[in-house]
């Protein structure tokens, strides 16, 4: 699961209502107690629950996952920042049938930490693309200076072939002078 679907089913999971419960089979039409503990905090009842309605509720999320085709290797996948989350947020709960009805409003505490989670999670990619660039600009910086060590290892070779050869031809004159003045 990339990603944007778990971002996804976590809001589809805050926006499922009592009657999509019931007609899923997770609820009955007359637990109120179960409704309110779901209404509270969809995800603490979705982890609480037993199997059986948990699959009831997973089909329901399933169901309003938008089909897209997967991306393919390598393909950026974008991320909603923080501000994008809030207006998606917004969007969703004003276009739901039951806007306004106290039943169906949710407390204040959930948006409040989606959007931390949301903001920790920009600032971690944001760093994440800000070590990236770092490591390649010193892949760059290594391969350079690699390439300056091989020439100043190739210079001092034929720095040391030539005072090899200066040293051969010093020492030859040396002998031939010696050879001269025994003469």
Same mark, same amino acid.
């Given at each position: 699961m990339l990603f944007a679907e778990f971002h996804n089913a976590l809001r589809i999971l805050a926006?499922?209502?009592?009657?999509?419960? &019931?007609? /899923?089979?997770a609820l009955s039409d007359d637990d109120t107690a179960g409704w309110q503990a779901f209404r509270d905090n969809p995800w603490r009842w979705f982890i609480q629950v037993g199997d059986a309605e948990r699959a009831a509720v997973w089909r329901i999320v399933l169901a309003r996952q938008p089909k897209k085709p997967?991306?393919?290797?390598?393909?950026? &996948?974008? /991320?909603?920042?923080?501000?994008?989350?809030?207006e998606l947020r917004q969007t969703i709960n004003s276009s739901s049938p039951n806007y306004g009805h106290p039943s169906n409003q949710?407390?204040?505490w959930d948006d409040d930490v989606m959007l931390e989670v949301?903001?920790?999670l920009d600032a971690a990619l944001e760093r994440e693309a800000a070590l990236a660039e770092a490591l390649k600009e010193y892949m760059q910086r290594s391969t350079l200076m690699r390439q300056a060590v091989a020439d100043q290892d190739s210079t001092l070779v034929l720095l040391w072939d030539r005072r090899v050869d200066l040293d051969a031809a010093t020492a030859k004159a040396e002998a031939l002078l010696a050879a001269l003045e025994t003469r």
């Open positions: 926006n499922i209502d009592m009657r999509d419960l &019931v007609a /899923a089979g997967d991306p393919q290797p390598g393909e950026k &996948v974008p /991320a909603l920042t923080a501000e994008e989350w809030a949710y407390p204040s949301a903001a920790t």
